[in-house]
């Protein structure tokens, strides 16, 4: 199952979903949308959605992806429904989009500690990957203060698209933390966490993983430099890596 609770042709996710392998989709339209924050479905709402989805199905294997719609940008709102809960002080400036933003996460975590809660005392052995995109698109200034402020662009770029992620699971999994990665090794290990055995894929993305630990389209982490360097940076040996990824 495929959920994102906004419209259903954005970035063609009708057309390319059942291409990924979904056999069901649930967009904005499949939402009562009951539960709104500014203009989009809360947190909340897709996570009750996804509760009811886990209780229709109980009994049998579901794997849900799931991409929220809350805290999106911009971060300018100024309807009757919402106001910010968490103003900053301190800084050079004020930075009403920040707030207005850091607000949004607020509500995530409430939600979430709602949904994690109600999944403690699921029957079933279930796992959450959770995981983001980017830093949010606020006053460039805001990125100066907190000390990206780097000239670099790559290092500026690199560091406002690292964000945390993390995998739980209501039964006990071996904890470990990982330093630095990027999202196209999320899906291995998700898999090596729920003991769902090893493909052929996933056994190469693991190799290339460990030589060429972080990679996004604007470049990679270098282990032999200790940071990130563009593709045409790279040495001898983490060419060949690259390569081995690009081919596969």
Known sequence: ??????????????????????????????????????????????????????????????????????????YTYAGENWSNSISLEGYTQNYPQVEQYLSLIHETDKAMEYFITALEEYPEDTIVLFFGDHLPKVEPEWYDEIGIDIQDDLTRHMMQHTVPFYIWANYDIIEEKTDITSINYLAGYLLEVAGLGETPYYNAVSDIRKAIPAINAFGFYSTDSGCFLSFDKASEEEREWLQKYKNL
């Open 1 to 74: 199952l495929a959920t994102h609770p906004y419209y259903e042709n954005g970035w063609s996710r009708k057309t390319v979903y059942p291409w990924m392998g979904f056999d069901k989709k649930i967009f904005l339209d499949d939402y009562p949308q009951e539960n709104l924050i500014r203009e989009y479905v809360s947190d909340r709402e897709m996570f009750e959605t996804v509760l009811d989805i886990l209780k229709q199905n109980q009994g049998k294997p579901l794997f849900c992806f799931g991409i929220t719609m809350q805290n999106h940008g911009g």
